[in-house]
Nanobody, 121 residues
Framework: QVQLVESGGGLVQPGGSLRLSCAAS????????MGWYRQGPGNQRALVADITSGTVTNYADSVKGRFTISRDNAKNTVYLQMNSLKPEDTAVYYC???????????????WGQGTQVTVSS
């Protein structure tokens, strides 16, 4: 129904930057919230940042001041600019979108396949 395609992960040195992108496509009537979650080795998936359609943002304390989430509503795309990366940011990053697929249905969660971010020297 709804596909989320992520890009932009990779290997970066500590202190470096990466930009993740996630484009939503398919049966989309409206998107309420888009966001990024991450899951490191041995950890549960946790919120990194999210953004509403009105561009209200929310960040995990561990990334405040270093990461910036933004959204292009016309393209159904969300971005995560990650600066000053640390080894503890190493994780698989998952895109999330809360989507209404038609007028009569409620909002549902959809997930991307995940993209690996590795911060290492």
């Amino acid at each position: 129904q709804v596909q989320l395609v992520e890009s932009g992960g990779g290997l970066v040195q500590p202190g470096g930057s990466l930009r993740l992108s996630c484009a939503a496509s398919g049966r989309i009537f409206s998107i309420r919230t888009m966001g990024w979650y991450r899951q490191g080795p041995g950890n549960q998936r946790a919120l990194v940042a999210d953004i509403t359609s009105g561009t209200v943002t929310n960040y995990a304390d561990s990334v405040k001041g270093r990461f910036t989430i933004s959204r292009d509503n016309a393209k159904n795309t969300v971005y995560l600019q990650m600066n000053s990366l640390k080894p503890e940011d190493t994780a698989v990053y998952y895109c999330n979108a809360v989507v209404k697929t038609n007028y009569f249905r409620d909002y549902s969660d959809f997930w991307g396949q995940g993209t690996q971010v590795t911060v290492s020297s």
